[in-house]
């Protein structure tokens, strides 16, 4: 694995993505907070750019006991979009909601000093 300093964390907005070309591999790095989250630009489902979909908060429906609707809302997970067939992930985690199984692969992503660096391989 090869380390590559990839900027400053101020170069990355709270709630955005940025993706990255680095040698042969497309990164996107979400920032949440003071989380750096990184995930190859590839989605699992038939490798789209997923790190360029749309991000949104996960809806979710509330279910009574006895199986009645509360109806839908958003949660406080966000998920990302692929942009080509619309399969969502949870940015914190990389995981499909629907299958745990499908997920996006991750990309180690610190920060030392203020500056980003994350390891790919190579």
Known sequence: MTEIEVGSLG???DGDC???AVGDVEVGIFRRGETLIAYENECPHYGGPVCQGKMIPQ???AIMPDKTSLGIRFS???NIICPWHGYEFSIETGRHPGDPNV???PVDVTVRDSR???RVPG
């Open 11 to 13: 170069d990355f907005a």
């Open 18 to 20: 940025r993706v990255l």
């Open 59 to 61: 809806t979710e429906e």
């Open 76 to 78: 406080k997970t966000m």
């Open 103 to 105: 997920r996006l692969k």
């Open 116 to 118: 980003v660096f994350i």
